[in-house]
């Protein structure tokens, strides 16, 4: 029975598990075992001790009247084990273990491998579950399939085929560096998931190169990576004086190059991180050389960059791969378009704007978004074409049926009813005005009128006298024309008496 034991603690310290799982679960083997053995409704029991070894037990509480024999028994057949025994009392009555059979045993044997498991995967998933994104030191143990199951020293990890990097084969014995990606509890092989080709690997790469990352001088604000192809890293500075991207670089690159051949070649893209999203971009789309960039949404973070019409292919890079890795890294969608497409695009506004309403405006009609969309791909630009289609035409449109058809009818009468109501508006608002500006005008011309008609007479009544004052005007000519008798006429400085006349 000591070997029993000591096989259980060689078991339970090569599993690292508890020696009391691995006894609960001989246990339970052992009940398991006896129950298909038996095959009765007994409750069974199982011990061990040092000395006895395993022992299983047979459990029936005494009672008065019986029921059940296979749980219950008699007050004198219960005294016969044990002489104090009471109604009540619960008497174990021993069973023997060796006859339990072959298949039994296979069967305990089955069960004990299956709870020293349970319990094994437990251990492993208390002991990775925090260390997921650690750098460990592997070795191939073996090959299954795409996949490779390496050693960890305590337990076996799996590697798979979608973790590994392209440029990368790997034989049995081979040591490789990974990461912890995830610890899965439920999995039938081994529960730990490590991976070659996740970000992670190669911050905690730059975090063992680099010392101004490892204390926190420096600092990798965000990682982008397409495995077997290129990364980009943004890294930011928390010190003036310590450039960020030369601080991982290093002296000639020293640095990233040992970075490099630990990826196998991997090309790796060093970025300064900025605040700024038009300086960000500027910088993540490196190599490429930016014209400007334009914030489309700022909620939605979606932004619109330019490029040179030689640049837009390096901007765009090898599948798109640059314009991707910049978008994951910013976490913005970037739509990159060249200075002659823009052009293109601004054009084509202009001509539609010039040939009518776009279509879009209906949107403020009521019109769905979807429905616009699929009139636009349609090749139905203006609100004009729109409202000269008829209900079939419109419903042979992709993505238009009978639904969208009363959707659309109903924005263009409102669009329609709208402009009537404000061409309507305005030309009852010219029409006062020149109603206004005509009443102003007659109002001016009657002033003018009457103006003139007080002047006419100002003149007449200058122009022809009164008649007393007219024979008055003349007797007083006369008058100052008759000088009187004795009167000196003076004339070129000579005087002249005048006599007056005497009359007959």
């Not at 050389?289 to 932004?303: A, F, G, Q, S």
Request: glycine share 6%; charged share 30%.
């Amino acid at each position: 029975m000591d070997s029993i034991y000591q096989s259980i603690e060689i078991l339970s310290k090569e599993k690292g598990i508890d020696a009391q799982i691995v006894l609960d679960a001989v246990k339970d083997a052992m009940l398991l075992a006896a129950r298909k053995h038996f095959r009765t409704n007994e409750n069974y029991e199982a011990d061990f001790s040092g000395k006895e070894g395993l022992k299983l037990y047979a459990v029936k509480t005494v009672a008065e009247v019986i029921t059940d024999p296979a749980l219950e028994m008699t007050l004198n057949e219960a005294k016969r084990i044990d002489p104090t025994a009471d109604i009540g009392s619960v008497i174990r009555i021993a069973k023997p273990t060796d006859a339990l059979g072959r298949i039994s045993a296979q069967t305990a044997k089955q069960v004990i491998f299956q709870k020293v498991r349970e319990a094994e995967r437990d251990t492993i998933y208390r002991e990775y579950a925090d260390r997921v994104g650690e750098l460990v030191n592997t070795t191939i143990k073996r090959v299954e399939g795409m996949d490779l199951v390496v050693d960890l020293g305590k337990t076996e990890a799996r590697l798979p085929k979608r973790e590994q990097s392209r440029l990368e084969t790997f034989n049995a014995g081979d040591r490789v560096r990974c990461v912890i990606k995830m610890v899965d509890k439920s999995a039938k092989g081994p529960g730990v998931v490590v991976s070659r080709a996740d970000g992670d690997l190669v911050r905690r790469l730059f975090e063992q190169e680099v010392p101004e990352i490892y204390d926190g001088t420096v600092t990798i604000k965000a990682c982008a990576r397409e495995a077997g192809e290129r990364t980009k890293i943004a890294v930011q500075s928390k010190d003036r004086d310590v450039d960020s991207v030369g601080a991982c670089v290093g002296m000639k690159g020293m640095r990233v190059q040992s970075i490099i051949r630990e990826l196998r070649g991997e090309k790796i893209d060093i970025i300064e991180w900025s605040e700024d999203a038009v300086g960000f971009a500027t910088h993540a789309l490196s190599p490429a050389k930016i014209t400007r960039v334009n914030i489309l949404n700022p909620e939605e973070r979606h932004m619109e960059v330019i490029v040179d019409d030689t640049q837009l292919s390096l901007a765009i890079g090898k599948r798109g791969q640059n314009v991707r890795l910049a978008a994951k890294l910013m976490g913005w969608k970037i739509d990159i378009k060249s200075e002659e497409e823009k052009r293109q695009e601004m054009q084509n506004a202009m001509t539609l704007l010039s040939t009518g309403v776009p279509v879009s405006s209906l949107i403020d009609y009521g019109l769905a978004e979807s429905t616009v969309d699929a009139l636009v791909k349609g090749d139905i630009g203006t609100v004009e074409k729109v409202g000269s289609m008829t209900p079939e035409e419109l419903e042979s449109i992709p993505g238009i049926d009978g639904q969208a058809v009363a959707h659309i009818q109903q924005a263009i009468n409102s669009y329609y009813g709208q402009e009537y109501t404000q061409e309507a508006e305005a030309a009852a608002a010219a029409a006062d005005d020149a109603q206004a500006d005509e009443a102003v005008a007659e109002e001016a011309v009657a002033e003018e009128a009457l103006a003139e008609a007080v002047t006419e007479e100002a003149v007449a009544e200058e122009a022809v006298p009164a008649e007393g004052e007219s024979a008055q005007s003349e007797a007083v000519a006369e008058e100052a024309a008759a000088p009187e008798s004795g009167e000196i006429a003076e004339d070129d400085g000579s005087a002249t008496i005048v006599e007056p006349e005497v009359q007959a």
